[in-house]
Every structure is written in structure tokens, then in C-alpha cells.
């Protein structure tokens, strides 16, 4: 036996009251209800489907089936028939409480994801008040990468100052020592010439006193002579020529001699005072170098001594910018490691964020897609029911 939609009275949800109750499922989704029942007499109702695929949407189907006895419109239904209705309608019902469970699970999935969208998510902390710590931060550690490239630069030109004054003392050191060897030289000049003036004084010591001996000698030996002729008392008168007086002889050698020894005694007064003036030149020559040498020495002292104040100065300020650059290196090293955490933190949310979002809307879809498959499915119960043949 068929039945066909034409054999069926419809009659409103208001106005059905089944006989026999064999059984009754409920399911529903997003606050619609779906009631299905099969009794021993079926009268046959397909009422609006509806299928929510959104928040707060909802669907239901309501099928009824009653025998109505009575007004020209009876049937008879077998038992495998009123089994196989019997069982469409539990997995009908089956299907929609499935779909009425996950489409409320649908809108808490979406109502999660709606606040996670609104408040960055469950897990994530609102650092937008951190944001003018942070760039005042990264404004400071510009700042000390800007004042360490200044210490390395005063570092670096302190350095290179020290190397100039190192420079400049070695020279110094030099010329001093060369300084000092010219001095010691000239002290070397200085006591061989007082040891010639010495010799040469000596020198002049024994000619004079050689001088004075001769004299003498020369007195003596004409003393003698003019004693011996005295003496003689012989007068030699000859035919000859008048020969010389002996005595006006040994005057005119006496004379000579005198001038020979007057003229070597000039001579070597001369030798003596031109050797003194020389030395006595040379002396002073030597005097006013050594001054030279001295003042020279007392001003490269002083220059060195300055040099090494300076150097001294220099070295403990390039020791104390040494210093302060470790330390604002070990700070910003700190605070780097600080905000490095902070950023790996964050990004460590962001991550767990994220994959959260992408499970939450993996689990969205696969819902979807199962939604759509049921909704699928009910389209064809529904076709099968309003305008199938139950034979």
C-alpha cells in the first residue's frame, strides 16, 4: 500500500493529539525544537525546515504521522512500514540533537573567538601600556650606545694623545741624553785644555827659570874675562892694524845676546798669552755651551716632567672611560637580556595565540562542514517524507 501526500489531512501542531504514543524525540539547535513522534495511528504533517549556519540561528523540523480513521481518508500501514518510520524518525532525531549540540557548541567557539578577537585572546595581556616605557627605553639605550661610541671615540683619541706624548718624551729622552753626552764631551774638553794650560805654564816656568840661568851664566863668564884682562897687564904694541877692543866685543855680544834673549822672552810672553787668550776662549766657549747645555737640560727636565703629568693624567682618565664603558656595557647588556626575554615572552603568546585560533577555526570548519552533511542529509529526509511513496 502506498501513501501519498493527497491521502493526508494536515493539521496544525495545535490541533494534533496522537491516539497511541509509541515513542518521542526532542532535539533542537540555537533554541528551536524539533519533536518527532510515531503512534499506532499516523497522520502525516512536513512542517517549515529551517537551518541556522550562524550565531543564534536554529533549525527544526517537525514530523508527525497519525492514521486517521474516519472522512473518506483510512489506510492500512504494515508493521516493517511503521518499523522503518519508527526508525527514520530515531535517527531523524539522533541527527538533530547532534546538530542542536553543535551548533551550541558552534556559538560558544564563536562567542570565544569574538571576545579572543576583542580582548587578544584568553591568554594574552594588554602591554599597550608598556609601549611608552619601551621606546622611552629604547630611547635611553640609544642614548648609552650613542655616549659608549663617544667614550671609545675620547678613548681612542686619549689613546692616540698618549701616543703622541709618548713620542714626544722619547725624542725629549733622546735629545736629553744626547744633551748630556754633549756635556759630558765638553767637560772631557774642558779638563784637557787645563791640562794644557797647565803643561804649557809649566813650560813657561822652565824657560823662564832657563832664561835666568843664562843670564847668569852669561854675567859670570864676562865677569871673568874682564877679571882675567885686568890681571894680564900685557900691552902688545904691533905694526898692525888696531884690532878690536875685547871688551866693546863681548858688550856687543852681551848686548846681542840680551836682545836675542829679550826678543825670545817677548816672543814666548807673546806664545804664552795668545795660547792663554786661545784657551782662555775656548774655556769660555765651553763655559757658555755648558751654560747652554745646562739650561737646555733644566728645561727638557721640566718639559719631561710635564709630559709625564700629562701622561699620568691621560692614562687615569683613559683607565676611568674604560671603566665607565664596561659598566654601560654590562647595563645595556642587562637590559637587553631584560627586554629579550620580554620580546620572547611575547612572541611565545603570540605563538600559543595564534595556533589557538587556528585549532578554534580548524574545529569551526570541521563543524561547518559536518553541519552542512546533516543539513544535507535532512534536505533528503525531508524530500523523502513530503513527496516520497511509502509502499
Known amino acids: 500500500m502506498s501513501y501519498r501526500r493527497s491521502n493526508f489531512q494536515q493539521i496544525s501542531a495545535s490541533h494534533i493529539s496522537p491516539r497511541y504514543s509509541a515513542g518521542s524525540a526532542y532535539g533542537g539547535a540555537g533554541g528551536s525544537g524539533t519533536r518527532i513522534s510515531s503512534t499506532s ?24 504521522g497519525s492514521m486517521a480513521a474516519g472522512g473518506g481518508m483510512g489506510a492500512g500501514i504494515t508493521g516493517n512500514e511503521k518499523g522503518a518510520m519508527q ?17 551550541q557548541a558552534n556559538q560558544e567557539l564563536e562567542m570565544k573567538i569574538r571576545e579572543a578577537l576583542k580582548t587578544g585572546g584568553p591568554d594574552m595581556r594588554d602591554y599597550s601600556k608598556y609601549e611608552p616605557i619601551i621606546e622611552d627605553l629604547r630611547k635611553q639605550i640609544f642614548d648609552k650606545i650613542s655616549d659608549n661610541a663617544r667614550l671609545v671615540l675620547q678613548i681612542d683619541n686619549s689613546r692616540l694623545a698618549a701616543d703622541d706624548f709618548k713620542v ?38 822652565a824657560v823662564r827659570e832657563e832664561l835666568e840661568f843664562l843670564k847668569r851664566n852669561h854675567e859670570n863668564e864676562v865677569r871673568e874675562l874682564r877679571n882675567q884682562i885686568s890681571q894680564s897687564g900685557v900691552q902688545v904694541d904691533v905694526d898692525a892694524p888696531k884690532g878690536q877692543d875685547l871688551s866693546q866685543i863681548m858688550e856687543d855680544m852681551r848686548g846681542n845676546y840680551e836682545k836675542i834673549a829679550v826678543k825670545n822672552a817677548e816672543d814666548l810672553k807673546r806664545w804664552h ?80 595565540l595564534r595556533a589557538n585560533i587556528q585549532q578554534q577555526t580548524q574545529e569551526y570548519e570541521a563543524l561547518l562542514n559536518l553541519k552542512v552533511k546533516l543539513e544535507a542529509e535532512i534536505d533528503t529526509y525531508k524530500s523523502l517524507l513530503d513527496g516520497g511513496d511509502f509502499k
Not at 735629545?175 to 785644555?193: C, H, M, Y
Not at 757658555?288 to 727636565?301: N, V
Not at 683613559?318 to 664596561?326: G, H, P, Q, V
Open 273 to 352: 798669552e795668545n795660547q792663554t787668550a786661545e784657551v782662555q776662549a775656548q774655556v769660555s766657549q765651553n763655559t757658555e755651551a755648558l751654560q747652554g747645555a745646562q739650561t737646555e737640560r733644566s728645561d727638557l727636565s721640566r718639559q719631561i716632567q710635564t709630559l709625564e703629568i700629562e701622561l699620568a693624567s691621560q692614562q687615569s682618565l683613559k683607565a676611568s672611560l674604560e671603566d665607565t664603558l664596561r659598566n654601560t656595557e654590562l647595563r645595556n647588556n642587562m637590559e637587553m637580556e631584560k627586554y629579550n626575554t620580554i620580546i620572547l615572552h611575547l612572541e611565545e603568546e603570540l605563538g600559543n
Open 87 to 103: 526508525n527514520l524518525n530515531d535517527r531523524l532525531a539522533n541527527y538533530l540533537e547532534t546538530v542542536r549540540n553543535l551548533e
Open 168 to 205: 714626544k718624551f722619547d725624542t725629549e729622552l733622546a735629545i736629553r741624553q744626547s744633551v748630556e753626552a754633549d756635556i759630558a764631551g765638553l767637560k772631557k774638553v774642558i779638563d784637557e785644555t787645563n791640562m794644557s794650560r797647565m803643561n804649557i805654564e809649566s813650560e813657561i816656568e
Open 41 to 64: 495511528s499516523y497522520s502525516l504533517r512536513s512542517g517549515p525546515s529551517k537551518m541556522g549556519s550562524g550565531m543564534g540561528g536554529g533549525s527544526g523540523v517537525s514530523f508527525s
